[in-house]
């Protein structure tokens, strides 16, 4: 079946302590991407990759890391996690940019 | 800078009827794709409709259409024949070539389909 797996679905953790959300896609998508979802502010793009070892910043990076060594994997790193990164976490993958994006089932982090 | 605007964050409509939810954007570039998704109250991301800034004819997917209108730089969804299921979060998404796969997302409209 054609999916995005993320993992952990949900984390409840606390302030400093360093996280990864995993991210797979077995699509062979070239592009990947991470969102966050807060209420009123609709999807926002933390960070995006088209290919192995190619990534950049979307709208709202700050405090994220990511990573593409492999086509199949991109994680989300926070390496301080902070209460304002408490949120619902989408990542996406897309075999080009004008084809629909499918999105994993969401992860959703709180931060204490 | 690029931008969404989606105006109604909430809608009612009668089951069986047409509702169109409103998207707006704004974007200096010539080339960019549109997209609408669904979010159910479970969660997930569904796709439902994409269209091209170069497409010449208004895309459609079943129950959904797309007007498209350039000049306005709008592209509202219609959904014909509204059913219960329909009830769920619509957010309207742009993608254009200067960012690359860069995509910004609407605020969204919840849509409530009553019986």
């Known amino acids: 079946e054609a999916q995005v797996t993320q993992n952990p679905r949900y984390l409840i953790t606390v302030t400093g302590k360093k996280l990864t959300v995993t991210c797979s896609q077995n699509?062979?998508?070239?592009?990947m991407s991470w969102y966050r979802q807060d209420p009123g502010l609709g999807l926002r793009q933390i960070y995006y990759s088209m290919n192995v070892e190619v990534t950049d910043k979307g709208d709202v990076p700050e405090g994220y890391k990511v990573s593409r060594k492999e086509k199949r994997n991109f994680p989300l790193i926070l390496e301080s996690p902070s209460p304002n990164q408490t949120s619902l976490y989408f990542c996406?993958?897309?075999?080009?940019?004008?084809?629909?994006?499918?999105f994993g089932d969401g992860t959703r982090l709180s931060i204490l | 800078a690029q931008k969404i605007t989606q105006t109604q964050p909430g809608m009612f409509v009668q089951e069986k009827e047409a509702v169109t939810l409103d998207c707006t954007y704004d974007?200096?570039?010539?080339?960019?794709?549109l997209f609408w998704y669904k979010q159910p109250s479970s969660g997930e991301m569904i796709f439902l409709i994409y269209q091209g800034s170069y497409d010449e004819q208004n895309a459609t997917e079943g129950r959904y259409s797309l007007n498209f209108q350039k000049a306005r730089k709008s592209a509202n969804l219609v959904i014909s024949a509204s059913q219960l299921g329909d009830s769920a979060m619509y957010f309207c998404a742009m993608r254009g070539p200067t960012g690359g796969f860069k995509t910004i997302f609407g605020a969204g409209t919840r849509l409530f389909v009553k019986a």
């Open positions: 996406a993958s897309s075999p080009s940019s004008n084809q629909p994006q499918h």
């Open positions: 974007t200096s570039d010539q080339s960019y794709g």
């Open positions: 699509m062979n998508h070239e592009y």
